[in-house]
């Protein structure tokens, strides 16, 4: 950090001991009206203002400076800008109004969701030995998309992880989208639009019940939320 924050040492004039009765000595008296030796005192101003320009520029080329150093070394290990740790000196607080944990730095939304997903994976996996039942949503990924007639999100959570299932916080990736009604208008775009190796199922919660009751996964063209009809006889049938 000093290197690229160098430590200015004080001046000679600003270590040098002021006596009081020495300065009273030599002042001058203030006087309004203007002296004979008032053209010198101007020039002088102006050279001090000039010297006070020069000392604002030269402030400005170092800034600019340092900012290029800063931007030209960011590989380096002492460059504060890529390797910095206001993690470490940042204090987190909980909140006694709202009961959630306040961070002064900025949250790794990836960092977070992995841990997530560990801890629940344990309380799966708890669940399950204790239950001693089957697996019949093992290889399912479920994301919950829309609005879930007669239970609610959190009730399929558990009923999903007790099954054996995953639940994923957004669409790409998984393999059933859960949800009562039809999509919306840009989500059944997409859909439509998507290869059918990765197109995944919409379906009703009930597939979700009726998989854990009949210990094994049901079919979900019996609960698809969205009708596909792709053959003419699929056709002729409607």
């Not at 590989?75 to 993690?87: G, L």
């Not at 998507?194 to 079919?219: A, N």
């Amino acid at each position: 950090m000093e290197r690229y924050f160098p430590t200015i040492s004080r001046s000679s004039s600003s270590r040098s001991v002021h006596h009081p009765h020495k300065s009273h000595q030599c002042g001058t008296r203030y006087s309004p009206y203007p002296r004979p030796s008032n053209a010198l005192d101007t020039t002088v101003s102006k050279v001090n203002h000039m010297s006070r320009q020069e000392a604002d520029n030269k402030i400005e080329r170092s800034a600019s400076a340092l900012t290029k150093k800063l931007l030209n070394s960011l590989q380096d290990k002492c460059n504060p800008i890529t390797n910095s740790d206001i993690a470490a000196r940042s204090d987190r607080v909980i909140s006694t109004t709202s009961g959630h944990q306040v961070a002064e730095d900025r949250p790794n939304r990836r960092l977070y969701s992995n841990d997530r997903e560990r801890k629940l994976l344990v309380q799966r996996t708890s669940v399950v030995s204790s239950s001693g039942k089957g697996l019949p949503l093992a290889s399912a990924r479920v994301y919950i998309g829309g609005y879930l007639s007669g239970t609610t999100d959190i009730e399929m959570k558990r009923l999903i992880a007790e099954a054996g299932g995953h639940v994923v916080y957004a669409a790409s990736g998984c393999t059933h989208i859960l949800s009562s009604q039809s999509l919306k208008g840009s989500k059944m775009q997409k859909l439509l639009t998507m290869q059918p190796r990765t197109k995944p199922y919409v379906v009703r919660p009930e597939w979700v019940t009726d998989s854990i009751k009949s210990g094994k996964r049901r079919s979900e063209r019996l609960y698809s939320v969205i009708e596909d009809i792709n053959t003419i006889s699929d056709m002729l049938q409607k």
